[in-house]
T-cell receptor, first 114, second 113 residues
Framework: SQQGEEDPQALSIQEGENATMNCSYKTSINNLQWYRQNSGRGLVHLILIRSNEREKHSGRLRVTLDTSKKSSSLLITASRAADTASYFCATDGQSGGSNYKLTFGKGTLLTVNP | NAGVTQTPKFQVLKTGQSMTLQCAQDMNHEYMSWYRQDPGMGLRLIHYSVGAGITDQGEVPNGYNVSRSTTEDFPLRLLSAAPSQTSVYFC????????????FGEGSRLTVL
């Protein structure tokens, strides 16, 4: 079963614009992660945010987490054509203790037009 | 470092055939896992391992076997291939036992006729 669900399924923007993707999940978590996948390639880890964090930055990426709403957002600022990819959120689906299973959403396909 | 290496990259099987997808990592990661990716389904966990000699099932384990005899290798065996196993398979590893910050291989595309 899917734990995280991304929204929108697809997003098309112009270079230089900001892109925002959202992720909703169902059960409590220890942490939430975002990954990028270029067409035909493996996934690349972007950022991990813990359940006790509300916001995290990495370069042009900004991730927020609202555990009360069970949702997260990924903001890519000043997008570039090279940001064209699918973006996935992933959750461990368990609060506290050890959990070895990471569950991915279905992803958001971002297209950045030159 | 090569990271996570998967072989083969492409494979075509006939229904009922068996095969092994290989996965090797050179980062000394204890955690390794296998996912399959299907259109519209995202990634689904097949099996995972938290160290040599320790494996466990994920969300979709039926039809697949794994073993972990060394830290470096985590092969995935298809016992009797079915068309439903047509998919792209990804191996991933992590230095974190909570499956955080996974490093992925480039994938193995399997077609079962």
């Amino acid at each position: 079963s899917q734990q995280g669900e991304e929204d929108p399924q697809a997003l098309s923007i112009q270079e230089g614009e900001n892109a925002t993707m959202n992720c909703s999940y169902k059960t409590s978590i220890n942490n939430l992660q975002w990954y990028r996948q270029n067409s035909g390639r493996g996934l690349v880890h972007l950022i991990l945010i813990r359940s006790n964090e509300r916001e995290k930055h990495s370069g042009r990426l900004r991730v927020t987490l609202d555990t009360s709403k069970k949702s997260s957002s990924l903001l890519i600022t000043a997008s570039r054509a090279a940001d064209t990819a699918s973006y996935f959120c992933a959750t461990d689906g368990q609060s506290g203790g050890s959990n070895y299973k990471l569950t991915f959403g279905k992803g958001t396909l971002l297209t950045v037009n030159p | 470092n090569a990271g996570v290496t998967q072989t083969p990259k492409f494979q075509v099987l006939k229904t009922g055939q068996s095969m092994t997808l290989q996965c090797a990592q050179d980062m000394n990661h204890e955690y390794m896992s296998w996912y399959r990716q299907d259109p519209g389904m995202g990634l689904r966990l097949i099996h995972y391992s938290v160290g040599a000699g320790i494996t466990d099932q994920g969300e979709v384990p039926n039809g697949y076997n794994v073993s972990r005899s060394t830290t470096e290798d985590f092969p995935l065996r298809l016992l009797s291939a079915a068309p439903s196993q047509t998919s792209v398979y990804f191996c991933a590893s992590s230095y974190r036992l909570d499956a955080g910050e996974l490093f992925f291989g480039e994938g193995s595309r399997l077609t079962v006729l």
